[in-house]
Every structure is written in structure tokens, then in C-alpha cells.
């Protein structure tokens, strides 16, 4: 297991990081998030840095990273590439945020997002990767994927939908159908957002305060902060058995929704051979907010 523990990690990101966490004491249609979250949202979980990148920073980086985003998918298209971006992780954690920012200058009918709703009765009767399938990217397409087959090996799991055998079961298969697409050519890259807990409140008390953003809350949404231990040991146990040289996990610390979306950009564009890249414009990626699976469970893994 990891060399230090999660709630040593969870010590050292700040004064504030133990406060509010019991979700009886917390209700998302309170008038105003108490001050304490408030104040350990950023740092919460061990988080590296106990500011907000400036936001002219990000305006800038962001703009160099899309114009090579922009170049990137020339690539995929003239090079009939196929790439599968799929973006897990806990509820609010910034992936919607994030795959907005990342296709905002491209081309919809070659970069397709992929966001499916709950199975339908013939689907749940299907071998479990089949829906997935039909929506796996064609030549010269990216399909980026907002929760993908790892619903398995995390909300399904946590709520019962699906029972531990046929979740143990996934965990065993999604490595060798990943492989099983990486040599037919298709490159796949993971990334797991990670938050932490007063991050999430922060987030999902704002959702539910927001008439324009209240829609993105589903009634699980409401009971993640119960469900916040059991995320934590299903999110560990499907971060150890899918990493894989074929289809590797990187990690993302997401409490800075701006260094969040350059990182997840950086590692991208870094990953992927494409013509014309500007090592300069991409800059250098911070290794404190992106990570290996193999170092992010070996410093703690996710809080509890």
C-alpha cells in the first residue's frame, strides 16, 4: 500500500483540510457554504499549492495550447489516427469544464465527446463493453469519452448496480480489451481527476445554488459525500488493476480547475506524435498536479 497514508496526505494539505466532513452536518440548499470549507476547498486532500493560478496566466497558456490542439487534430485527420481520450473521476472533479475547453476550437465532427446515460434495459442484457463499442473512434477521429466503461469499476460498484463478481470481473477484462484496441491501433489515453472533500462541496453547494448549472446534479450526486470512503477504496482498487503500457492512468489533481484543463491539454498534445508541435508553446508539465497511477498510490491514493 501506499508509503504514507491517505489521512497523513489529507493532514498536510492545511489547517482546514478535517473540518465539514461529516455529510449530516452539510446540506447542498444551505444559504451560504461554511467558511471553514471555504477555506479549505483549494488545499483540501493535500493539494500542492494553496493559490489559484492567475488568471492571465491560464488565458495565455490556454490560447498557445489550443492553437496546437487545433494542429493535433490536422494530424489525426491526414494520418486517419485514432484516438480515444476518456476522462474518470469523482463527481464535480472538472471533466465536463475540462472537455469543453479541450474541444472548444475543434472540429465537432472529428473530435466527438461521447456522455452516455444510464444503460437501457437491452443494453444492461449486452456484453458490458458493447455499448462502448459502437461509439470507439473511426479514421482520422478523436472520441473523448465523459465517463466511459469505467462506470464499473466505480458508481456501479459503489451503489450496487452491479454486484462485486461481475465488478472484479471488469477489472480483470478492461485491461486486455484495452490492449486488445491499443494493437489495432487505436491510442488511448486516461485520465482519473481527483479532488478533494471540500473541494467537492464547494463545487456541488455552487451547482445547486446556480439556476443555470443545477441540472448537471443527478441524485447520486447527493449522496457522493456519504459514498465518499467507498469511492475512495473502489477508485484505488480499478487505479491498480487497469494501469496498464497499453492504456496507462494518468492522474490529475483538479482542485485548480485552471491548472487542471493546461495539464490534461499538456499531456495530450505531449503524448501524441503530431506534425508540427511547438515544444515551446506546449511548456513544461507540472508533475506536482499530473502523475502516474504508480506514484499517485504510492503517496497516499485517494483521501479518506
Not at 503500457?245 to 503524448?271: G, Q, S
Request: a neutral charge.
Amino acid at each position: 500500500m501506499a508509503d504514507k497514508s491517505r489521512k497523513q496526505k489529507a493532514q498536510e494539505g492545511g489547517a482546514g483540510s478535517a473540518v465539514g466532513r461529516d455529510p449530516a452536518d452539510w446540506r447542498f440548499d444551505m444559504p451560504e457554504l461554511p467558511k471553514e470549507i471555504r477555506a479549505a476547498a483549494l488545499t483540501a486532500g493535500g493539494y500542492p499549492y494553496d493559490e489559484r493560478l492567475p488568471e492571465k496566466h491560464y488565458l495565455r497558456d490556454l490560447h498557445k495550447l489550443q492553437i496546437e490542439l487545433v494542429k493535433l487534430l490536422t494530424w489525426v485527420k491526414a494520418r486517419h489516427e485514432r484516438v480515444v481520450i476518456l476522462f474518470e473521476g469523482r463527481d464535480a472533479a472538472g471533466k465536463g469544464g475540462t472537455i469543453s475547453r479541450l474541444t472548444e476550437h475543434l472540429n465537432p465532427r472529428s473530435a466527438r465527446v461521447v456522455a452516455l446515460p444510464k444503460p437501457t434495459d437491452g443494453e444492461a442484457g449486452q456484453w458490458y463493453f458493447q455499448r462502448y463499442v459502437e461509439h470507439l473512434p473511426t479514421r482520422g477521429e478523436i472520441a473523448i469519452f465523459d465517463r466511459s466503461w469505467y462506470n464499473r469499476g466505480g458508481v456501479e460498484r459503489v451503489f450496487g448496480f452491479c454486484t462485486e463478481a461481475e465488478s472484479e470481473r471488469f477489472l480483470s477484462e478492461a485491461p486486455n480489451f484495452e490492449a486488445m484496441l491499443a494493437r489495432d491501433g487505436i491510442r488511448i489515453i486516461k485520465f482519473f481527476l481527483t479532488i478533494g472533500r471540500e473541494t467537492q462541496m464547494k463545487r456541488l453547494h455552487a451547482r445547486w445554488h446556480d439556476p443555470l448549472d443545477r441540472w448537471k446534479l443527478s441524485d447520486l450526486d447527493f449522496k457522493a459525500l456519504e459514498k465518499w470512503d467507498a469511492y475512495s477504496a473502489a477508485f484505488e482498487r480499478m487505479l491498480s488493476l487497469t494501469d496498464s503500457a497499453y492504456a496507462p492512468w494518468t492522474i490529475v489533481r483538479a482542485n485548480d480547475k485552471r491548472r487542471l484543463r493546461l495539464e490534461v491539454m499538456r499531456h495530450v498534445l505531449d503524448v501524441l506524435p503530431y506534425d508540427g508541435k511547438d515544444e515551446a508553446a506546449i511548456g513544461t508539465p507540472d508533475h506536482k498536479i499530473c502523475i502516474s497511477a504508480a506514484t499517485y498510490l504510492g503517496t497516499g491514493g485517494e483521501e479518506e
